[in-house]
């Protein structure tokens, strides 16, 4: 279990507590967390700003496990599923759940994990007649727009939701049709090299 791994696991520690958190029925036990009113116009419950805390550290843990996993030669086909998991977990169980408690749309995890399940049947049928394909640009694009749009929801988008400027939405969005983008683009790369 090297260092990379441990970061990995970490993250998905950190998706389980923030999906068990937020899908807790606190008021069932006479548990209720602060809210405050921002700019005099946004409602704010405490209980979103400490997800988003913790989802800012789960996200640069993604960065750091690949990072380290690549300069100190640690990749391994364990760590590239475990983490696949952890971010399926982290980011598609939270789309869920803010669907749910009406903070997005509801077509939006379901076209992400359409997508999802679609390029892994990809990807997994492609292994098995021995062509890697590697991920593509769109999907690190649109990953970077994810977690920036999911943290603004978190935040209430704020200061954005001050100015009337839904920049939460719009980087969810942006994420959102990337996928789609990133998820041809796999298609089309895997069937090429599966002509070679």
Do not use: H
């Not at 899908?23 to 548990?31: A, C, S, V, Y």
């Not at 980011?91 to 749309?105: E, M, P, R, T």
């Not at 939701?161 to 920049?167: A, D, H, Y």
């Amino acid at each position: 279990m090297n260092l990379a791994n441990r970061l990995t696991i970490s993250r998905i520690i950190m998706a389980i507590f923030i999906m068990v958190f937020l899908l807790t029925p606190w008021n069932d036990f006479n548990i209720s967390f602060p809210q405050f009113i921002a700019g005099g116009k946004v409602l704010i419950d405490i209980k979103y700003l400490i997800v988003g805390v913790i989802f800012i550290i789960a996200s640069i843990t993604d960065y750091f496990d690949g990072r380290i996993a690549r300069s100190n030669n640690m990749i391994t086909d364990f760590g590239a599923c475990l983490d696949a998991i952890a971010d399926k977990i982290l980011v598609n169980g939270l789309l869920i759940i803010l669907a749910y408690q009406g903070f997005i749309s509801e077509v939006i995890p379901v076209i992400i994990i359409s997508r999802d399940i679609i390029v892994d049947a990809l990807k997994t049928l492609s292994a098995s007649k021995g062509v890697v394909v590697k991920a593509n640009i769109w999907g690190k694009i649109k990953t970077i727009f994810m977690m920036l749009g999911i943290t603004l929801v978190l935040f209430y988008n704020m200061p954005f939701e001050l100015w009337n400027i839904k920049l939460d939405y719009i980087f969810v969005d942006i994420a959102t049709v990337l996928s789609i983008v990133s998820g041809v683009t796999y298609y089309f790369d895997i069937t090429k090299n599966a002509k070679k």
